[in-house]
């Protein structure tokens, strides 16, 4: 799972998304939304709601 084709597009597309918002992309912080995502994607079957549940999520936990 952690080094699964769509893990990886996770954590690029995360990198891009925190530069683009001029905010420092830190490791932890994607991994950790990565592995929200992939384990909400294959719960939910959705990428939108896996993908709002996580970005919700991290926002409230590192208070970005």
């Known amino acids: 799972q952690k080094d ?3 893990n990886l ?3 690029e597309s995360f990198k891009e998304e925190m530069l ?3 905010i420092d ?3 932890e912080i994607a991994k950790e939304t990565c592995d929200c995502y992939i384990n909400e994607l294959v719960s939910t079957n959705s990428h939108q709601k896996a993908l709002n549940k996580c970005k919700l999520e991290t926002k409230k936990k590192f208070n970005l």
């Open 9 to 11: 597009f996770c954590i």
């Open 25 to 27: 992309y830190e490791e």
């Open 20 to 22: 683009n918002a001029n």
């Open 4 to 6: 699964s084709i769509i």
